[in-house]
């Protein structure tokens, strides 16, 4: 299997915590927030600042394929600085645009791209050349851009822009912030009003920052939780400095883990807390966490707080399907909550998790199901039966086919549960949060001691 970035495979097994996890720590950057900071920065005429940008291998792909398009992007100490003549001083890439392991980029690229004078190729890793990029060559080629893909739309492509796009109107068929947020961008080049309508609100940190960046974004809310989303182009980005708050989605393991973890209390600094973004954090309290937020406040234009967590005993819980665009990359450390919690939960409406970096839904079965837990799939429900006396958890092999996410479950499983649990190869958990094991070991998870 191909490799991230040349490192090679790093296995890990994980033995349950000798003591409980305690101390305060930070999670890097939210990672959907960093991609948008980099191509917005780059979009926009003048110098951004960025604080607190996630430095992973997704992110850093980003970087790389905005720099190629023209903009000068560097680190100056802890921030990072993007200097940009703006869209107008884009030009033609003269490689390929390798995205790596990230949707969020080879998604939200394919959106700029569509709308700029020239061609472009576009391809990432097996994983991400696995993905739909249907879902955006679609509605994109309805102003004007010709993607020409590989069988069933899937990358490498090439997509050959037309600097004169028309506005798209489109009703999303699924609900992805990355579909959402790829035409919006392709309607900054577009003359009149490009109108997105999402049936279920998907995370907004688009609309959120291009109004951060200058460009009027309206936002209409249906009665049925759904949004009307409308941009009019063609709008051109001013340079304005962002602040990143730390990612829930990554803060989501050292909490599963400090609820698992008997007599474990931490507190996680500085986490986003957008509402499109916390299902997780509804679920859990649902299943009866100890898990509150102090100091809730507002930073770069995104609510934040800090998260004090306690580890204590966990009820079973029936997720609905329309929470699942708030948390949807959170399932698979949930499942584990849930195989240790007391009676059976259902996870409702998870088709999406099939086209994620593996085909999560049935990589999480094959976690739990590795792990001794007992789990299945009723079409795009997963059912997850409780602790069982008797049944010890541990003692499986985990395949984490490419995924960042499972790895650091799989983990999350080792530290909670009584037998060792392996993992084949965590190197992908750098794509989304990089000194992962070395911030678990700081609240004594003792990994690898
Ligand atoms: O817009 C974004 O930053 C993201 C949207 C989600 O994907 P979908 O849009 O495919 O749901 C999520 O899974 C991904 O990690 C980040
Ligand atoms: C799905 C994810 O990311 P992406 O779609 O950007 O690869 C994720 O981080 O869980």
Redesign the pocket.
């Given at each position: 299997m191909e490799r991230l970035a040349e490192t090679a495979a790093r296995p890990l097994t994980v033995s349950a915590a000798a003591r409980p996890l305690g101390g305060e720590i930070a999670v890097p950057g939210d990672?959907?927030i960093s991609?948008?900071a980099l191509m917005f920065a780059a979009l926009a005429r003048g110098v951004t600042r960025i604080s607190g940008l996630l430095e992973g291998e997704d992110v850093l792909r980003t970087a790389a394929a905005m720099r190629a398009l023209g903009a000068d992007i560097r680190r100056e100490g802890t921030e990072w600085v993007v200097e940009s003549a703006g869209v107008q001083g884009f030009s033609e890439p003269s490689d390929v645009l390798d995205m790596g392991n990230s949707?969020?980029a080879a998604?939200?690229l394919s959106g700029i791209l569509s709308g700029l004078p020239f061609t472009c190729f576009m391809t990432g890793d097996a994983s991400l050349r696995g993905r739909p990029m249907r879902r955006v060559t679609t509605p994109l080629s309805a102003n004007g851009a010709v993607f020409v893909t590989r069988a069933d739309e899937k990358l490498p492509m090439a997509i050959v822009g037309n600097g004169s796009p028309a506005p798209i109107v489109y009703r999303m068929p699924v609900?992805?912030?990355?579909?959402k947020?790829a035409i919006l961008l392709a309607g900054l080049n577009a003359t009149g009003a490009t109108r997105v309508e999402e049936p279920v609100a998907?995370?907004d940190?688009?609309e959120n920052m291009l109004r951060h960046f200058g460009v009027p974004v309206t936002i209409e809310a249906d009665t049925r939780g759904g949004r009307v989303i409308t941009l009019d182009g063609p709008a051109r980005l001013t340079a304005r400095d962002v602040i990143v708050p730390g990612d829930p989605?990554s803060a989501a393991f050292p909490i599963v883990a400090a609820l698992l973890v008997p007599g474990s209390e931490i507190v996680i600094s500085n986490v986003g807390l957008n509402a499109l973004r916390t299902g997780l954090f509804v679920t859990l309290r649902e299943m009866g966490a100890d898990l509150t937020v102090v100091g809730e406040r507002v930073e770069g234009g995104e609510p934040v707080g800090d998260l004090r967590v306690r580890a204590g005993v966990l009820r079973g819980v029936d997720v609905p399907p329309e929470r699942a665009?708030s948390m949807?990359?959170e399932y698979p450390v949930l499942a584990v909550a849930c195989a240790f919690a007391e009676g059976p939960s259902r996870l409702r409406g998870l088709a999406?998790l099939r086209?994620?970096e593996s085909d999560r839904l049935a990589a999480t079965v094959a976690l739990l199901t590795a792990n001794g837990a007992a789990v299945h799939v009723e079409g795009d429900d997963m059912i997850v039966e409780g602790r069982q006396s008797g049944r010890p958890l541990g003692g499986g092999t985990v395949e984490t086919r490419m995924d960042h996410r499972l790895a650091m479950s799989a983990i999350v499983m080792g530290l909670a549960a009584s037998r060792p649990v392996t993992i084949d190869d965590t190197a992908f958990i750098e794509t989304s949060f990089p000194g992962f094991v070395t911030l678990m070991n700081a609240l004594g998870a003792g990994i690898g001691a």
């Open positions: 990672k959907s991609h948008r949707g969020t998604r939200l609900a992805s912030a990355q579909v947020s998907t995370r940190h688009t989605s665009p949807i990359d999406e086209v994620k």
